[in-house]
């Protein structure tokens, strides 16, 4: 868990996976609610069932660079409780990184770059 300002969490190509299989919701990395500034980079996501990263809404500033997930949760990338979105797009508990921005507490300039999603949605 992340629940400060200013963190550069560098995985230097380290691995987060989940042990047991049978564990629901297990998250790689949660980011605390009005944390700014945070870049995550290196990491390598496997096989969590409530997906690899998690920002919990009110962020400012967040970059996901060069990491790469695999088999984590439902979709690569998704946003709960987003306005106004076409009835063909579900919402889910669980994906690679899940931005919990809402129409409360929306989060701001968020950057994904060079990062790898395969097999997200295979459980």
């Given at each position: ?23 629901k919701h ?9 944390c700014?500034?945070?870049?995550i ?6 096989a ?12 400012v ?16 990338m ?18 690679s ?6 129409y409360?507490?929306p989060?701001?300039?968020?950057q994904v ?11």
């Open positions: 868990t992340i629940a400060t300002n200013n963190v550069t969490l560098n995985g230097k190509d380290h691995s987060i996976t989940q042990t047991d299989p049978s564990g297990a998250l790689g990395i949660q980011v605390k609610e009005s700014k500034d945070i870049k980079e290196n990491i390598k996501f496997h969590l069932s409530g997906g690899g990263i998690w920002f919990r809404g009110d962020n500033n967040l970059t996901v660079k060069n990491s790469k997930f695999t088999n984590c949760g439902y979709f690569g998704t946003q709960l409780d987003a306005k106004n979105l076409p009835k063909n797009i579900p919402t889910a508990f669980t994906q990184i899940l931005f919990d921005g809402g409360g507490k989060i701001k300039d968020a770059i060079d990062c790898v999603f395969a097999e997200c949605g295979i459980l």
